[in-house]
């Protein structure tokens, strides 16, 4: 089935800025709706953002509009989280998952996930 890769995260100061990265080999991207999630330790899974499947829709967390992007490239096999202006409230691990339907979801409807990535934010 759809396995999925995360990577990009890291260390980063209050205000840095990171991409991570969501790939994806056999499976082309571009046919799943995708979804960014976030879990910091002892608090529930919450979502950041997601892209639509072609990329008619996508939304964002009030708490990162603004300052996080989510972007395709088809070329590459990849969907992109750029983080900028981060806080240390930011810091969790951060996982990419995947769905077959053509909207945005909430977790539980998203079939593929990642093994995540860890991001800190902090001086």
């Known amino acids: 089935q759809l396995q999925l890769v995360e990577s990009g995260g890291g260390l980063v100061q209050p205000g840095g800025s990171l991409r991570l990265s969501c790939a994806a080999s056999?499976?082309?991207?571009?046919?799943?709706?995708i979804g960014w999630f976030r879990q910091a330790p002892g608090k529930e899974r919450e979502g950041v953002s997601c892209?639509?499947?072609?990329?008619?829709?996508?939304n964002y967390a009030d708490s990162v509009k603004g300052r996080f992007t989510i972007s395709r490239d088809n070329a590459k096999n990849t969907v992109y989280l750029q983080m900028n202006s981060l806080k240390p409230e930011d810091t969790a691990i951060y996982y990419c998952?995947?769905?077959?339907?053509?909207?945005?979801?909430?977790?539980?409807?998203?079939?593929?996930w990642g093994q995540g990535t860890q991001v800190t934010v902090s001086s």
């Open positions: 892209i639509s499947r072609g990329g008619g829709s996508i």
């Open positions: 998952a995947a769905r077959t339907w053509k909207f945005c979801a909430g977790a539980a409807q998203y079939s593929y």
């Open positions: 056999e499976f082309t991207l571009d046919e799943y709706t």
